[in-house]
């Protein structure tokens, strides 16, 4: 399976400077290449194809005196821009096609030098390479110094340079790995995941948001409130928005993190892990914590779901077909819906008194059993996974900076 390895990278004043090259000529094409299709659109003549699209935002663009600065950069860089673009449309028509699963994806977006992501992506093609003195060297650009926390375990096939909001630089290589099965344990476990707890899983235990995690939290929504209150154009201003941006990097890592070793342990200890489909509609709190908590879910699923694949371990969703907070997991009966105020509630028709998290946990682990029977009369694996790949550009949120 592919995995992304990321590491921080530090690129010197001069290697700075032309990696915001690189990003601005991927971004010019990106922009020039969705134009082109717009307007073509809008004119009511055929869908560019790929190959037309290159010729024109790239190599006869790179002849024209307001374009011909794109030679300055590698042109893999340029081609991966459009890629990237040509990906985002795959998307967006397969979706509203009905063929893509899950949320529904929009028409790709013009990219901003406001843009809080900037990324280039090289492949091999680029010839970038890991040099003997544990550099990373790119075109264009020069030898990068690397801060390696673990060994990439096989050759990259790409390299992606990301400029996070809080100005830091990152190198992420998309690598094959090969799975890893460990020893079959007999352990299952089902996790409901909610509000109060980031997870509780069928066996009781309640697993929380870690303290530091909150403390981080709270001083990024402080620093928010700070920043709507300067004036727009500001130094301080834009000092608050540094500010806030840095945050919101340490708050993103320590829940990837606490993602990591959560979703490692679970799937060490259990040979099959179930987790109920993700649908917060009907959920307290807030727009905002919703979607803080729905992104931090997404990526807490992903990650069990690749390193299930990779370890040899089941995994799989539960779908919401039943309320698994209103049936009792002792006999089954529904006993009907109950206010989210409702922790504690005694089943009326077998009197046994229920955490209601814990309840709907043994549930998930119920369904998950049932299917994973149903499939085919015995116990089922999922097939290999494609690793998470959140590529260069093609998403807003601020960049990862571990896979394990
Ligand atoms: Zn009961």
Same mark, same amino acid.
């Given at each position: 399976m592919q995995l992304r390895y990321n590491f921080r990278v530090y690129p010197t004043p001069g290697q700075?400077?032309?990696?915001? !090259?690189?990003?601005?000529? @991927?971004?010019?094409? /990106?922009?020039?290449?969705?134009?082109? *299709?717009? %307007?073509? +659109?809008?004119?009511?003549?055929?869908?560019?194809?790929?190959?037309?699209?290159?010729?024109?935002?790239?190599?006869?663009?790179?002849?024209?005196?307001?374009?011909?600065?794109?030679?300055?950069?590698?042109?893999v860089v340029l081609q991966q821009a459009l890629a990237d673009l040509n990906t985002a449309y795959r998307n967006f028509f397969a979706s509203a096609m009905?063929?893509? !699963?899950?949320?529904?994806? @929009?028409?790709?977006? /013009?990219?901003?030098?406001?843009?809080? *992501?900037? %990324?280039? +992506?090289?492949?091999?093609?680029?010839?970038?390479?890991?040099?003997?003195?544990?550099?990373?060297?790119?075109p264009k650009v020069g030898d990068l110094r690397v801060r390696w926390s673990r060994a990439l375990p096989s050759e990259p096939s790409s390299v992606t340079v990301i400029r996070d909001a809080a100005g830091r630089y990152f190198a992420s290589f998309v690598v094959e790995a090969t799975d890893t099965p460990l020893p079959e344990t007999t352990g299952e476990v089902g996790i409901d995941l909610g509000l109060t707890h980031f997870a509780v899983l069928s066996d009781g235990r309640k697993i929380a948001d870690p303290r530091i995690l909150r403390r981080a939290e709270r001083r990024l929504r402080k620093a928010q409130?700070?920043?709507?209150r300067k004036q727009r154009g500001s130094a301080n201003r834009a000092?608050?928005?540094?500010?806030?941006?840095?945050?919101?990097?340490?708050?993103?890592?320590?829940?990837?993190?606490?993602?990591?070793?959560?979703?490692?342990?679970l799937i060490r200890d259990n040979q099959a892990v179930y987790v109920e489909d993700l649908n917060v509609a009907g959920l307290g709190g807030t727009r905002l914590a919703k979607s803080v908590h729905d992104a931090a879910w997404a990526q807490f699923t992903a990650m069990l779901e690749y390193k299930a694949a990779r370890y040899g371990r089941t995994f799989?969703?539960?779908?919401?077909?039943?309320?698994?907070?209103?049936?009792?997991?002792?006999?089954?009966?529904?006993?009907?819906?109950?206010?989210?105020?409702?922790?504690?509630?005694?089943?009326?028709?077998?009197?046994?008194?229920?955490?209601?998290?814990?309840?709907?946990?043994?549930?998930v682990l119920a369904a998950g059993r049932a299917d994973s029977l149903n499939a085919c009369g015995a116990q089922v694996r999922p097939g290999s996974v494609p690793a998470p790949r959140g590529e260069a550009g093609t998403r807003s949120k601020p960049a990862p900076t571990g896979v394990r």
């Amino acid at each position: 399976m592919q995995l992304r390895y990321n590491f921080r990278v530090y690129p010197t004043p001069g290697q700075r400077q032309a990696l915001a !090259k690189a990003f601005g000529c @991927a971004r010019t094409v /990106f922009n020039d290449a969705l134009r082109a *299709r717009e %307007a073509a +659109r809008a004119a009511g003549l055929p869908y560019l194809s790929d190959a037309e699209l290159s010729k024109l935002v790239i190599t006869q663009a790179k002849r024209t005196p307001d374009r011909a600065w794109l030679a300055e950069v590698s042109a893999v860089v340029l081609q991966q821009a459009l890629a990237d673009l040509n990906t985002a449309y795959r998307n967006f028509f397969a979706s509203a096609m009905g063929r893509r !699963k899950g949320r529904k994806v @929009a028409a790709p977006k /013009f990219r901003s030098r406001k843009d809080s *992501r900037q %990324a280039v +992506r090289f492949t091999r093609n680029a010839r970038f390479q890991v040099t003997a003195g544990r550099r990373l060297r790119l075109p264009k650009v020069g030898d990068l110094r690397v801060r390696w926390s673990r060994a990439l375990p096989s050759e990259p096939s790409s390299v992606t340079v990301i400029r996070d909001a809080a100005g830091r630089y990152f190198a992420s290589f998309v690598v094959e790995a090969t799975d890893t099965p460990l020893p079959e344990t007999t352990g299952e476990v089902g996790i409901d995941l909610g509000l109060t707890h980031f997870a509780v899983l069928s066996d009781g235990r309640k697993i929380a948001d870690p303290r530091i995690l909150r403390r981080a939290e709270r001083r990024l929504r402080k620093a928010q409130r700070v920043l709507s209150r300067k004036q727009r154009g500001s130094a301080n201003r834009a000092k608050a928005r540094a500010r806030v941006a840095k945050l919101h990097a340490r708050v993103a890592d320590t829940r990837r993190d606490h993602a990591h070793k959560l979703s490692t342990m679970l799937i060490r200890d259990n040979q099959a892990v179930y987790v109920e489909d993700l649908n917060v509609a009907g959920l307290g709190g807030t727009r905002l914590a919703k979607s803080v908590h729905d992104a931090a879910w997404a990526q807490f699923t992903a990650m069990l779901e690749y390193k299930a694949a990779r370890y040899g371990r089941t995994f799989a969703k539960i779908g919401r077909f039943e309320p698994t907070s209103q049936i009792c997991s002792v006999c089954g009966v529904k006993d009907g819906p109950k206010p989210l105020n409702v922790r504690i509630w005694t089943c009326g028709a077998c009197g046994t008194i229920h955490d209601r998290d814990v309840n709907a946990a043994k549930n998930v682990l119920a369904a998950g059993r049932a299917d994973s029977l149903n499939a085919c009369g015995a116990q089922v694996r999922p097939g290999s996974v494609p690793a998470p790949r959140g590529e260069a550009g093609t998403r807003s949120k601020p960049a990862p900076t571990g896979v394990r």
